[in-house]
């Protein structure tokens, strides 16, 4: 009696944690202490024969945490990496929930990379669906273009338990998005998030924003133009006008 019985928790904590890993705090903390300064521990070495590492155990899935699956050298065509990003080998495979792969024409001159499906995506079908997905359409529409104009593209195609990238793992699913700029050679690539900024410049992407950073591929050298990802915008309408200064600068001398 005296509350509101319709507060949505789960919703409202989802929107939360969305809005902090946007905003760049993207780091789980646990109970137990932890040594930040430490190096990383080295890979596992595949054994010698082919011998395929084990799938991750209940523990590594409850996490969010990848599998060693990750091949030392990735498919080299775009039919064949969109094929193996897709499969059962793919880093994301134990994890639950549907693959969100790429959508529109993958020789686009303008590729949009994002983290990882949002919460709605799962009932779209499709990435950036929902409210999310109605401003990116806007977004898209100020500048020209539509859906079915760009190459949109997760670096995580499944979206974690915690919703959002643990940073543990950001590296690997790095070199693979990196890898698929490269296989699809865009004229520009626009990075909407922290993470995906992390992921394609390897910065942050508050330092990142205002420059058109240069990436190398086999068709050249590309622009890489970094920005907020629609669902900050939603959460704080007053960035939509630094947005726009980045979507004109993604468009900027494209020809």
């Not at 137990?32 to 155990?57: F, S």
């Not at 897709?86 to 001159?109: I, K, M, Q, V």
């Amino acid at each position: 009696m005296g509350a509101d019985q319709h507060f949505d928790f789960l919703g409202h904590a989802a929107s939360a944690l969305d809005w902090w890993a946007d905003a760049g705090v993207d780091m789980l903390v646990d109970d137990a202490p932890r040594d930040w300064l430490a190096p990383p521990e080295p890979a596992a070495v595949p054994a010698a024969g082919g011998h395929t590492p084990p799938r991750a155990d209940a523990s590594a899935i409850a996490t969010g945490a990848l599998p060693d699956t990750v091949p030392a050298t990735l498919p080299d065509t775009l039919e064949a990496f969109a094929a193996w990003r897709s499969s059962a080998d793919a880093p994301e495979s134990a994890w639950r929930g549907p693959f969100l792969g790429p959508t529109g024409p993958a020789d686009a001159a303008i590729m949009i990379v994002v983290d990882c499906p949002d919460p709605d995506d799962a009932h779209g079908g499709h990435l950036l669906s929902g409210s999310v997905g109605k401003l990116f359409d806007r977004m898209l529409a100020a500048i020209g273009l539509a859906r079915d104009a760009v190459y949109l593209v997760p670096v995580c195609a499944k979206r974690p338990i915690a919703g959002r990238m643990p940073r543990e793992v950001e590296a690997r699913l790095g070199d693979i998005a990196r890898h698929h700029v490269r296989l699809a050679t865009p004229k520009r690539v626009l990075c909407l998030g922290n993470a995906a900024s992390r992921a394609i410049t390897g910065t942050e992407m508050p330092a990142s924003r205002g420059l058109l950073h240069g990436f190398n591929h086999r068709g050249g050298n590309i622009g890489v133009v970094a920005s907020f990802h629609p669902r900050l915008l939603l959460e704080k309408p007053a960035l939509k006008a630094e947005a726009w200064k980045d979507l004109q600068l993604l468009m900027g001398n494209l020809t």
